[in-house]
């Protein structure tokens, strides 16, 4: 018995040995691998690999045969015989948002991959820097490098995607330079000031920028001065007349003085305009819509603080009988109060309409912002507040710590709050609306007729979707 067993084992053995060595002889070829992972806890785990000849014994690795295994790897894959720890910090992507913050502004200011200090040693005007479409940086110096840049800026078309940056602190005092009449690009002041700044006489859409396009972005910049326009000019602001585009972390310290649409920083901020992180200081003074950061507002002003006294002194006239034209002062109160459209309003009443610590009037978002110092004169001006004087937008997280004067409609936050909707459906509007809800209606009918008995489901909800459309018309 004991030989009977013996022999079907080697039978059974001749069998599996040719199998085995077929299988050996096709992954012999490759140096087959066998993976053992170390045990234990932890990230560094230890990947080993064995190479075996056909009789399953360890083969010695050499640097030749590493060398060469090395050489029969396709392009690109990755090699098995390594270490694998837990991370990988050559590779590692930003992993906090101060480093995603340093991200944005290489990309805002299109000088991605150089220092801050990279431009100490290039000279004023244009230089080979890298701009977001390839326009070359533009940088200012001197009050001559303003005055080329205003020059340069007359239309749009040449700011735009290309970053200027102020490389250090100008007085323009006497310089001849005015203002940079519209701007598309990048502006970045790198916390420099340009003081001396003055603008006079008789137009409107004044200030550092008379204009900021919708693609610009205006980024850390001081300037101390005055704007003083005399006569009915509007939109008068210390860094911008009109807003459309981004103003973030920058100052104006001076006077600010207009007519209608006068801020400290913006005179009128349009819709898609922001105003991030400014400050006011000093002194603005207005007729109507005047506010500490923007005169009118129809964008987003957020994390702003007024320090500028706002209209503090008495512009009230006192009106003789013979003067008085009772149409001419209905007509202007229906400018004032009745139209959002920028224009002169010529009040033949000189007292101040929409005042406030940090918005005239509002119609857009006021967020998170403070004002600090006085506003309004006693017993002078109508819709006066320390934060908005009249608004029908949205105020939220504002702090007045400022005194508040008027004579009507005087708040601590908002002056007057007045919101309302308006709806204008024209003639075209509700013909198109018809028409879609007639197509609508005839569609609805063609399925039911389609879908038949097929399934109950389907026609009752086709027959509310009907009831919907026969009640619309």
């Given amino acids: 018995m004991t030989r009977h067993n013996s022999l079907r084992r080697l039978l059974t053995l001749s069998v599996l040995i040719p199998l085995l060595l077929s299988v050996l002889t096709v992954s012999g070829s490759r140096a087959s691998e066998a993976v053992n992972v170390t045990e234990g806890g932890g990230q560094n785990h230890t990947i080993k690999v064995l190479r075996v000849d056909e009789d399953g014994n360890e083969i010695p690795e050499s640097d030749s045969s590493r060398d060469e295994e090395e050489e029969s790897r396709a392009p690109g894959e990755s090699s098995a015989r390594r270490s694998v720890s837990g991370s990988d910090k050559s590779s590692a992507a930003p992993s906090t948002y101060e480093d995603m913050i340093r991200g944005d502004a290489r990309e805002e200011s299109g000088i991605s991959g150089k220092s801050q200090g990279g431009y100490a040693g290039v000279s004023s005007g244009i230089s080979p820097g890298d701009s977001a479409a390839g326009k070359p940086n ?8 303003l005055k080329e840049l205003a020059a340069n800026c007359s239309l749009d078309t040449w700011s735009r995607d290309r970053t200027v940056i102020l490389k250090n602190d100008i007085d323009v005092k006497g ?4 203002y940079i009449p519209v701007f598309a690009g990048v502006f970045d002041g790198r916390g420099h000031t340009i003081s001396g700044f003055h603008v006079d006489g008789e137009e409107s859409y004044a200030g550092f920028f008379c204009i900021i396009q919708e693609s610009a972005l205006i980024k850390d910049l001081r300037v101390q001065g005055e704007v003083i326009l005399s006569e009915n000019q509007l939109a008068v602001g210390g860094i911008a007349g009109e807003n459309y585009g981004i103003i973030r972390n920058c100052s104006f310290d001076g006077m600010v003085e207009g007519y209608d649409y006068t801020g400290g920083i913006v005179g009128y901020n349009e819709k898609p305009g922001v105003i991030s992180g400014c400050e006011s200081a000093g002194l603005v003074m207005g007729i109507h819509y005047t506010g500490g950061i923007a005169g009118y507002n ?16 008495s512009v009230d006239e ?4 013979k003067d008085f034209d009772i149409s001419e002062y209905a007509n202007n109160l229906k400018d004032i109060f009745g139209s959002n459209n920028k224009h002169g309003s010529n009040s033949v009443l000189a007292s101040t309409i929409d005042t406030g610590g940090v918005c005239g009037y509002s119609q857009g978002n006021v967020i998170s912002c403070v004002n600090n110092r006085q506003v309004g004169y006693e017993h002078v001006g109508y819709n006066v507040g320390g934060i908005v004087g009249r608004q029908s937008g949205y105020v939220d997280m504002c702090i007045n710590n400022g005194q508040v004067y008027g004579r009507k409609d005087v708040g601590g936050i908002v002056g007057q709050a007045e919101p309302h909707v308006v709806i204008d459906i024209t003639d075209d509007i509700i013909e198109k609306l018809t028409t879609n809800m007639n197509s609508l209606h005839d569609l609805v009918n063609i399925t ?26």
């Fill in 138 to 145: 533009f940088y200012v110096g001197t009050a001559e490098d």
């Fill in 175 to 178: 310089s001849g330079f005015r």
């Fill in 298 to 313: 129809q964008g987003l002003v957020s994390g702003c603080a007024n320090n500028s006294r706002v209209n503090i002194t």
């Fill in 318 to 321: 006192t009106l003789a009988k």
């Fill in 448 to 473: 039911l007729n389609d879908a038949g008995d097929e399934s109950d489901i389907v026609s009752r909800r086709l027959n509310v979707v009907k009831d919907f459309t026969d009640r619309a018309l």
